[in-house]
């Protein structure tokens, strides 16, 4: 274990990846208790700082930083990823834009910043899609669908391994929404519909045997998730 460690090589390890990830989710649940969003953004930092520094450059093809092949499972885990998200969103509709709904809790994270209203949505939709798609994204996937996932490859089989690092995923995103609503219940709203996603950027990771699909997959599923809502949440409960 330790020797992978010295090696840079933390992917081979299960058990420094876990202690890895339990380092990074200190940080977020600390985060969520302080209600640090600043925290928040250097724990995000540390999955891909980790990622990359704690792997060597020539190890890198081995936690899949390469290009991808049968890139038609992009499309697929694309299409997945955006109807995952109209459902959860015919959800939020449906229990009447629910507290707990998750979709509900990141529309009030962003009026809570004080500066977005329900009236001037499209005037911040640029700057917050922005984020949502390029940080989640690619410090998250490098982590959870690079270096988490090869770890537990090395010791489970794929399947396995894929709910193993999706349900970590899901959990880590329970200490995000804590951020602005603490609520034990989170638990049972939020993590399971977080490992769904998760399992399809697994998927997608491994069949394309690149992180750079789970990158795109993430991206696209997390524009039509701020984009609907800025369009339609926001404007209800604003």
Known sequence: MFKNLLERASHRSCGIAL????????????????????????????????????????YWQEIRIRKPI??????WGIMLSILFVLVSYVITYITDFNPLNFMVIMAKQQLSY????????????????????????????????????????NKFGNSFANILQAFLFGLIHLAYFWLTLFDIFLI???????IFGGIIYGWVTQRTNSVFSSIIVHAFCNFVLILLVFAFIIPAIG
């Open 114 to 153: 004080g500066v977005i209203t329900k009236y001037n949505t499209w005037q911040y939709f640029p700057i917050a899609a922005l984020g949502f798609c390029t940080i989640s994204p690619l410090t998250e996937e490098f982590f959870f669908r690079g270096l988490l996932l090869k770890s537990f490859e």
């Open 70 to 75: 049968y890139p038609i499972y992009i499309l």
């Open 188 to 194: 049972a709203t939020v993590v399971p519909l977080m």
């Open 19 to 58: 202690s890895l990830f339990t380092l990074i989710a200190l940080v977020h649940f600390t985060a969520a208790f302080l209600k640090s969003l600043a925290l928040n953004f250097a724990g995000m930092i540390l999955f891909a700082l980790i990622s990359l520094t704690l792997v060597k450059k020539r």
